[in-house]
């Protein structure tokens, strides 16, 4: 523009110079018409003359000359030009030879459309347009509907994403080109956006080899594709849905498919599901077994192309049940709880994921049954008769038969609860009735279930004729008798020609005589008798002279078998002596007259029954002549004696020796606020008084029976040989059949108060005891079991283990122990057992508190663990889960055992009465089982850890530097 400026001004000069006129610049140049092409120009004459004519100069190129014409505008078009382009224009106005300066001016074509649109993606709600760019110069306007939008404009391609569009919809775009504000005429195209997903869909039918199914049909110029070629459609419409029917499926088979919406060629994301068609029916049912309660039904899998397990369902009248399927191609279900005599029409379904198949029928009558067991209560003239009804139900009636010819009905609907009762009353003792039962439904009786059973008998009525080694008496309606002592051991024999006669028994023995009567192999308890022998005598009874012949020593060897007491008569004076020492015993006699002969009888006592042996016996006549000489060498002693009284007794008197405090202590508590007192006391000079008092308990309970423990055929199941229970306070086994032994090494142990078996004081089981362990836990109802020991220490068994060895149950004789769950702290383990009793199938639970920081030999190292660990038994003790005695051991059941049951039951007292009598009940212990808190130090730790439970005093008696007792003193005693 500026070079055209320049040209126009040099060319005006020139025209200056040679003195001509130069002619005017037109004012303007307008364009009234423009193609891609084509300029249409017009102008008004220059100076409102028509003299001029014109030259339009385009790159330096003139036009032809153009003349104004006969008007006030002159009108040119410029053809063959570029769309899309910009020139640069001049018009001179000329005239003659002369031109004006020239009237520089610009104008565009307009430019091209583009050439095509690809739409290169579509979603629901937009289209992504491309197109190529032609010059860069250009820029684009997109209108839709009523919408102009203006994509950005890159140097070459173009892709513009057109938004906020609805689904399923077909759009009219005119896309121009721009350029210098020009528009192209534009470019017009279609596209659509993505349909919309089927909505409303749902299964409106299916059978084994079809479904059907519809959805919403949102746009009527929609179309639909179902993705899945292997499948035959038939599909419907109506204004508003679309029904598709699949058909040629295989039976019980599940199938995966897409559906599409079509638009314009698009489909839609796609709405994919997935049904199954029904299961085909069994092709039969076999009864494989049916009574009048249950049937066992038997068929064959249903097959299927899809190798699916089928599960099926059985129908009859209101009852549904389900059928897990089988491994293998058999499937076995018994169905139970029907009635006798009834015909049932079953319905069995094969089920797929829901789905039933038509079902398969068939009917199943049940028949009628016997009653296969019945109770029977017995008495001396009195059968009581009971059986369940049959399955808890009220259909079944009964009819007894009776051998002396009654026949009694009983209606099922007629009786509460699902027990009949019949009593057979005014009968004889010890005599066999016979019993027929039916079970009647519609007055249809079934074969009847035949019993027997017999009256019992009154021991009492018999004439026992009982020695010391025999059991003799005239006996009927029975045929069996068992003698079982005290101790375990017995004696069992037929009856032969109604006569009992038993031989060979223990001397002095109580015996259980059992008489029972073998009826149809059942062993049946007629009654029982308590009897005792007759002790054996005592043996090589003899005197020998004592006092100077002013006494006797009467001299006898223990008899064999038991006797409770040897009781000795000389001279109207009584002495008792009990039969616990094998060697010879004495009784020493004083104040007889000497020379004179005296009846000497000694008395074997077992129980009530008694034997006598008498012999005479005389004081040695010398003893007259010694009897003189005495007296007057006592005279002379006292005399000599009450002089040293005299002068010398009150420099002695303070150098008596301490009296044993223990008789005087046995009964006595002490207060709560004494105790550290009377603690520090006993503590003195080496824990002196608690030796003493802890040696005058050695004496308690020594002299008790424990005849049981050493028989030969219990030695063997005692750890220890100076650890045996005492007959009184033994526990003994329940005996069960044959072989069966009471003995276990146990005794019963008092509570607190007036608890007299709270605890069961046990050494650890041996190998050969462990079955008998488990049998009194359960027999005894224990729920909780102490253990104070561990199984081994130092390489030594102290108790063999009695649980199993992990998670695994384990029979111990007739119980089933399996560990549940064990919980360890550094001090002790908690573990609890399941035990199932085989023969009942009763289960029950038993807690297990395992004190691990006890060492076998001394005492813990501290008070704290024992008494946290003897809270936890109390607190089970104490719930209401806990039944039967607590059964408490370490390895001989009497040292751990002992100072364990005493911490309880003394921590009990003092939290009740604010006193406490650990003397006492130390001694309560020892007359139930010997030996119990072994060791001084022990009881000393007993009396630490009652201390140490105290609540802490203001002002304490004494300072003790370690508030966990270390048991220092205490040990050096061991």
């Known amino acids: 523009m500026e070079q055209v400026l320049v040209l126009a001004f040099a060319l005006l000069c020139v025209l200056s110079a040679s003195g001509q006129t130069t002619p005017p610049n037109v004012n303007d140049v307008r364009i009234t018409h423009r193609t891609e092409t084509e300029l249409t120009f017009q102008w008004d004459i220059a100076g409102g003359s028509s003299s001029y004519n014109y030259i339009l100069q385009r790159d330096g190129i003139d036009s032809e000359v153009i003349t104004a014409g006969t008007g006030n505008q002159v009108t040119y078009t410029v053809s063959g030009l570029s769309s899309g382009t910009k020139y640069n224009w001049i018009l001179f106005t000329v005239f003659g ?34 197109w190529n760019k032609d010059k860069a110069e250009y820029s684009y306007e997109l209108r839709y509907e009523d919408k102009v939008e203006t994509p950005p404009s890159p140097q070459s391609t173009v892709e513009y994403t057109v938004t906020s569009l609805s689904p399923g919809t077909k759009y009219t775009f005119t896309l121009y080109t721009v350029f210098e504000g020009l528009k ?145 191609n058999v499937v076995k279900h018994r169905v139970s709880g029907l009635i006798p005599e009834t015909k049932y029409s079953f319905t069995l379904y094969t089920v797929f994921y829901s789905q039933r198949s038509t079902g398969f029928n068939f009917y199943v009558f049940t028949s009628l049954s016997s009653i296969t067991e019945v ?96 059991i003799v008496a005239d006996v009927y309606g029975c045929t069996y008798v068992t003698a079982q002592s ?74 064999t078998g038991i006797v409770d007491v040897v009781e000795v008569d000389v001279n109207g004076k009584s002495f008792n002596h009990s039969n616990s020492s094998e060697e010879p015993t004495q009784q020493l006699v004083t104040g007889l007259q000497a020379a004179e002969w005296y009846k000497v009888t000694a008395t074997s006592i077992s129980g009530a029954r008694r034997n006598e042996m008498t012999i005479h016996c005389q004081t040695d006549p010398a003893g007259v002549i010694a009897g003189v000489l005495v007296f007057f060498l006592l005279v002379i002693i006292i005399c000599a004696g ?103 090494n146990a005794n019963y142990m008092p509570g607190y108060g007036n608890v007299s078996r709270q605890y069961i004081a046990a050494q650890g089981p041996l190998p050969s005891t462990v079955n008998d362990f488990w049998r009194m836990v359960w027999e005894q109802k224990s729920s909780a079991i102490v253990m104070l020991t561990s199984c081994t220490e130092d390489g030594m068994v102290k108790c063999e283990q009695y649980w199993p060895l992990d998670n695994t149950p384990f029979l111990y004789g007739n119980l089933l122990v399996a560990v549940k769950s064990v919980n360890k702290s550094d001090s002790w383990t908690l573990r609890e057992f399941h035990v199932k009793n085989k023969m009942t199938s009763d289960t029950r639970i038993v807690h297990h508190f395992h004190f691990t920081a006890w060492p076998d030999h001394g005492v813990p190292c501290g008070t704290e663990d024992l008494i946290q660990f003897r809270e936890l038994i109390r607190q089970h003790i104490e719930s209401p889960f806990s039944a039967g005695p607590t059964v408490v051991h370490c390895s001989a059941g009497v040292g751990q055992t002992g100072t364990l049951i005493a911490l309880d039951v003394l921590l009990q007292q003092l939290n009740r009465e604010k006193a406490v009598g650990v003397a006492a009940f130390v001694k309560e212990m020892r007359l139930s089982r010997p030996l119990m808190v072994e060791t001084e130090s022990q009881y000393v730790f007993l009396h630490q850890c009652i201390l140490d439970s105290l609540p802490p005093q203001s002002e304490p008696i004494y300072e003790n530097t370690d508030t966990i007792y270390v048991n220092e003193m205490a040990l050096k005693r061991i």
């Open 642 to 744: 009450v002089f040293v009284w005299i002068r010398y007794g009150s420099a002695k008197r303070s150098h008596q020796p301490v009296e044993s405090k223990v008789s005087k202590t046995y009964n006595k508590t002490i207060a709560s606020d004494k105790f550290p007192e009377h603690f520090q006391n006993m503590s003195r000079d080496d824990n002196r008084d608690f030796s003493a008092e802890y040696e005058d308990l050695g004496s308690v309970g020594v002299n008790q029976s424990s005849v049981a423990a050493g028989l030969p055929e219990n030695k063997d199941k005692n750890r220890v040989s100076n650890v045996l229970p005492y007959n009184t306070s033994r526990v003994h086994l329940t005996i069960n059949k044959a072989g069966d032994s009471d003995y276990i």
């Open 184 to 328: 192209s005429s534009g470019f017009s195209f279609s596209a659509v956006t993505v349909p919309p997903d089927i909505t409303g869909f749902m299964i409106i039918g299916r059978n084994e080899t079809a479904l059907t199914f519809q959805w919403t049909k949102d746009k009527e110029e929609y179309t639909y594709e179902l993705k899945d070629s292997d499948v035959e459609t038939h599909t419907s419409f109506t204004d508003t849905t679309v029904v598709c029917v699949i058909t040629s499926l295989s039976p019980g088979s599940e199938y995966f498919s897409t559906l599409y919406t079509v638009f314009e060629g698009v489909k839609s994301h796609g709405y994919r599901f997935t049904d199954v068609t029904v299961p085909s029916n069994v092709e039969s049912v076999s009864v494989v077994e049916v009574n009048d309660t249950y049937v066992i039904l038997q068929w064959n899998a249903v097959p299927n192309e899809q190798n699916n397990k089928y599960d099926y369902v059985l129908k009859y009248g209101d009852v549904e049940e389900s059928v897990d399927f089988a491994v293998g």
């Open 486 to 559: 005290s101790s375990g051991s017995g004696k069992n024999a037929s009856i032969e020609g109604d006569k009992v006669n038993l031989q060979d028994l223990y001397p002095g023995e109580s015996y259980t005589v059992s008489l029972f009567y073998n009826l149809e192999s059942e062993m049946l308890t007629q009654c029982s008798q308590r009897l005792t022998l007759v002790p054996n005598s005592v043996s090589h009874l003899h005197c020998k002279y004592y006092s100077g012949g002013y006494g006797l020593a009467v001299i006898w060897e223990h008899p």
């Open 375 to 470: 109770r029977v209560t017995r008495s001396l003239t009195e059968l009581t008769v009971e059986w369940n009804k049959f399955n808890k139900s009220n259909v079944y009636n009964y009819t007894l038969l009776i051998s002396d010819g009654a026949e009694i009905d009983f209606i099922g609907s007629a009786v509460v609860g699902d027990v009949m009762t019949y009593k057979h009353s005014s009968l004889t003792p010890g005599t066999v009735y016979s019993f027929t039962l039916l079970t009647v439904v519609d007055n249809v009786r079934d074969p009847g279930f035949r019993f027997k059973s017999i009256t019992t008998l009154d021991c009492a009525s018999f004439s026992w004729a009982v020695s010391s080694s025999s």
């Open 97 to 130: 030879e002369q031109w004006s300066p020239g009237f520089p001016f610009s104008a565009a074509t307009v430019p091209p459309n583009v050439q095509g649109v690809s739409v290169i993606d579509q979603t629901e709600t937009t289209i992504t347009l491309q």
